[in-house]
Antibody
Framework: QLQLQESGPGLVKPSETLSLTCTVS??????????WGWIRQPPGKGLEWIGS???????YYNPSLKSRVTISVDTSKNQFSLKLSSVTAADTAVYYC??????????????WGQGTMVTVSS | QSALTQPASVSGSPGQSITISCTGT?????????VSWYQQHPGKAPKLMIY???KRPSGVSNRFSGSKSGNTASLTISGLQAEDEADYYC????????????FGGGTKLTVL
């Protein structure tokens, strides 16, 4: 059964770069049937799509975050990663990685990691 | 791009049916049959309940159904059960020149 697991620092200083990795187990990240996405949720608030990546490296970003976001994939490690630069307190959130179907479920996030809390504070 | 609009809260008694609306624009909900719905219990990751407006993933109860009319999508839960109490989020594809997905603000469902 495919599982996703986020990892990375839980505390980041303002103006620095937030870096997270999502490790995919129980399946291949190189499947043509899926994108791999990052979604975040500030405390007590709703979900926000950050961006998605295809195993080939094609990336798609939320326009509101595009200038600060980089998503990359490492097929040899079955991982994909998120970097968010110049963070502020507004970037404090639970960050989720998720699988997103290109065939079925088309365009939906069907498998999610457990999420990791990242706090931006000095 | 603005978030999709959902009511902040809805409630219902066990056995009843409720509907949660998700209003977007002609650039997202109105243009694509790519609305999905997610259930989130406190402290847990979201769970996919509906995709492509009205399709249910394997394992999701048929008490959950989805529909769309114009720029508004809806999630209906029939035969409410205590375990349905959770937050619900809609999501729509919103890209035209590029891939882009937008979520709703979320709806808290209370089972009375």
């Amino acid at each position: 059964q495919l599982q996703l697991q986020e990892s990375g620092p839980g505390l980041v200083k303002p103006s620095e770069t937030l870096s997270l990795t999502c490790t995919v187990s129980g399946g291949s990240i190189s499947s043509s049937s899926y994108y791999w996405g990052w979604i975040r949720q500030p405390p007590g608030k709703g979900l926000e799509w950050i961006g998605s990546i295809y195993y080939s490296g094609s990336t798609y970003y939320n326009p509101s975050l595009k200038s600060r976001v980089t998503i990359s994939v490492d097929t040899s490690k079955n991982q994909f990663s998120l970097k968010l630069s110049s963070v502020t307190a507004a970037d404090t959130a639970v960050y989720y990685c998720a699988r997103q179907g290109t065939v079925t479920p088309y365009n939906a996030f069907d498998i999610w990691g457990q999420g990791t809390m990242v706090t931006v504070s000095s | 791009q603005s978030a999709l609009t959902q009511p902040a809260s809805v409630s219902g008694s066990p056995g009843q049916s409720i509907t949660i609306s998700c209003t977007g624009t002609s650039s997202d909900v109105g243009s694509y049959n790519l609305v999905s719905w997610y259930q989130q219990h406190p402290g847990k990751a979201p769970k996919l309940m509906i995709y492509e407006v009205s399709k249910r993933p394997s394992g999701v109860s048929n008490r959950f159904s989805g529909s769309k009319s114009g720029n508004t999508a809806s999630l209906t839960i029939s035969g409410l059960q205590a375990e349905d109490e959770a937050d619900y989020y809609c999501c729509s594809y919103a890209g035209s020149s590029t891939f882009y997905w937008v979520f709703g603000g979320g709806t808290k469902l209370t089972v009375l």
